[in-house]
């Protein structure tokens, strides 16, 4: 096993890279000499336990990702993998919506002999709303807005050829004052401010 300076240099500078910092802009936040910043990487100086508090408060990591070999690639690799599991949720729930939808379109034509095309065109705006309701919890903004957006228009769309035979093309313009709002809502109103890092 390595000498605990060794891995707390080595993780060290992982961190600082993974936050794309120099040694003297991690030296300017943390109020020491860019010097000490480097011996601390050379594994020549090791921070004093007070000093790896500060900077696992910087980082906003536990204190074990600065003093245990390779724990700063594992937490990437954890992150990751969590990615993956939520994505694999979203992706489930929105097939879900398509196959309760083909279910329903066989069921109603089967055995009542209708063609209900139209279930097809429904399930894209259901689809756009589980999206749009998954990333309430990821809470990306610009994925909120193209979601709400996509669930707009095939919406209007979906009631459109629902209704086709009355020739509703107007209810198009219903669309544009609901996409003008929601731009106002995602890009006019001021953004909640981060805590900044100290």
Known sequence: MAEIKDIIAKNLIELRKKHNLTQN??????NYSDNTVSRWER???????ETLV???EFYDVPIENLIKENVVKQTELDKRAQSIK????VLLSV???????????????????LDL?????????????????FNL???RRIYGYTFLTFFIWTFVLGFYLQFIEYNMFLLFIVGIP????????YWVRPKKKKKENK
Request: net charge positive; aromatic share 20%; charged share 10%.
């Open 54 to 56: 500060a900077i696992s």
């Open 137 to 139: 919890y990821l809470r």
């Open 43 to 49: 594994a020549e100086l090791t921070p004093s336990i």
């Open 25 to 30: 802009e991690l030296a300017i936040k943390l």
């Open 95 to 113: 097939s879900l919506v398509w196959f309760a939808v083909i279910l329903a379109y066989f069921y109603c034509q089967t055995f009542f002999k």
């Open 86 to 89: 939520k994505l694999s949720i």
């Open 178 to 185: 609901a996409q003008l709002a929601l731009s106002i809502y």
């Open 117 to 133: 095309w139209t279930l097809f065109i429904w399930a894209l705006p259901a689809s756009f709303l589980v999206l749009f309701l």
